[in-house]
């Protein structure tokens, strides 16, 4: 049971270039989010999916796209990279939507991204 | 607009000793809140919650509490262990009407010798 998975760790790309970050998890989790943490700041939401086929948008959705074509699978694009998407990105999943008591999200290790 | 600010930046406490992070919330609406435990290099582990309908909650070293007249929370940890160097992140379902968590900007636990 790995839980949570994300690839690459790292990626250094040029401004203008695109890339996709994959997550993964082995839960059967309905929810999948994808959050951005930069220094000195909390993580915020860029993208979420309820479940599979489904997405929206989070606090900071600008510049990137997500998709959901399977349940286990959460897909987080940068079409065209810029320096101030420079940051850690982790990838979350729950089984449901966090209401109360005993609802957690799951996370990632985490992918460090630095746009030059 | 920051709906969960965290103050203190980072916090540094003999081990032994009693450990207090605090968190404060502007939306009346949060009526549930966590605690997540950071690691350098690593993802956000899930620590401990409390609901609104409580004011306390405890899991073995860890206790958060609720104070919803004042919208603040505060997570003790007694007795604090190396182990607990760590950044602490308080946060809240929704806030901005999406589905993910809101976070504070977390608290840098550094727990010395």
């Known amino acids: 049971n790995a839980g949570v998975t994300q690839t690459p760790k790292f990626r250094v790309l040029k401004t203008g270039q695109s890339m996709t970050l994959l997550c993964a998890q082995d839960?059967?989790?309905?929810?999948m989010y994808w959050y951005r943490q930069d220094p000195g700041m909390g993580l915020r939401l860029i993208h979420y999916?309820?479940?599979?086929?489904?997405?929206a948008k989070g606090e900071v959705p600008d510049g990137y796209n997500v998709s959901r074509l399977k349940k286990q699978n959460f897909l987080l694009g940068l079409e065209s990279a810029a320096p101030s998407q420079t940051s850690v990105y982790f990838c979350?999943?729950?089984?449901?939507?966090?209401?109360?008591?005993?609802?957690?999200?799951?996370f990632g290790p985490g992918t460090r991204l630095t746009v030059l | 607009d920051q709906q969960v600010k965290q103050n203190s930046p980072s916090l540094s406490v003999q081990e032994g000793r009693i450990s207090i992070l605090n968190c404060d919330y502007t939306?009346?609406?949060?009526?549930?809140f966590l605690w997540y435990k950071k690691y350098p290099a690593e993802g956000p582990t899930f620590l401990i919650s409390?609901?609104?309908?409580?004011d306390k909650n405890e899991d073995g070293r860890f206790t958060v509490f609720l104070n919803k007249s004042a919208k603040h929370l505060s997570l003790h940890i007694v007795p604090s262990q190396p182990g607990d160097s760590a950044v602490y992140f308080c946060?809240?379902?929704?806030?901005?009407?999406?589905?993910?968590?809101?976070f504070g900007k977390g608290t840098h636990l550094i727990i010395q010798p």
């Open positions: 409390i609901s609104s309908i409580k």
């Open positions: 999916s309820v479940g599979e086929g489904t997405t």
């Open positions: 939306n009346s609406m949060f009526d549930y």
């Open positions: 979350a999943s729950s089984f449901r939507g966090i209401s109360m008591e005993g609802d957690t999200q799951y």
């Open positions: 946060a809240a379902p929704g806030g901005g009407g999406a589905d993910g968590l809101t």
């Open positions: 839960m059967n989790h309905e929810y």
